[in-house]
């Protein structure tokens, strides 16, 4: 059974950083990827980053490109998400997915699309809260 949890949400002020872990079980990542989403009350879920652990090609939303870095640890069975330069905007609840085909397919398409959807991914997380104070 593949089991998707995240850790690592709180409260920060703006400005600030928060490292976001997703603990995978019941998969090997090495041929899928590991996409990041958020969603904000009222808000539709938005996909924010993207990893393919084979070759390590990554996909970032243009909201957090240049200050969120998304990486595995060597077993690549844990996914991180380094949230700096937060902003009041960055509030949500955090969600981890498992895209359980062509990591490297999504990711080129994501990129070609400016856009990842959630419907592509199958497991999901339960959630994070990320709050950012201004």
């Known amino acids: 059974e593949v089991q998707l949890v995240e850790s690592g949400g709180g409260l920060v002020q703006a400005g600030g950083s928060l490292r976001l872990s997703c603990a995978t079980s019941g998969i090997t990542l090495d041929y899928y990827a590991i996409g990041w989403f958020r969603q904000a009350p009222g808000k539709e879920r938005e996909g924010v980053s993207c990893?393919?652990?084979?070759?390590?090609?990554?996909y970032y939303s243009d909201s957090v490109k240049g200050r969120f870095i998304i990486s595995t640890d060597n077993a690549r069975d844990t996914v991180y998400l380094q949230m700096n330069k937060l902003k009041p905007e960055d509030t949500a609840v955090y969600y981890c997915a498992l895209y359980e085909e062509s990591g490297i397919t999504l990711i080129a398409t994501a990129e070609a699309l400016g856009f990842m959807s959630p419907r592509l991914f199958g497991s999901w997380g339960q959630g994070t809260q990320v709050t950012v104070s201004s």
């Open positions: 990893i393919s652990p084979i070759d390590g090609s990554t």
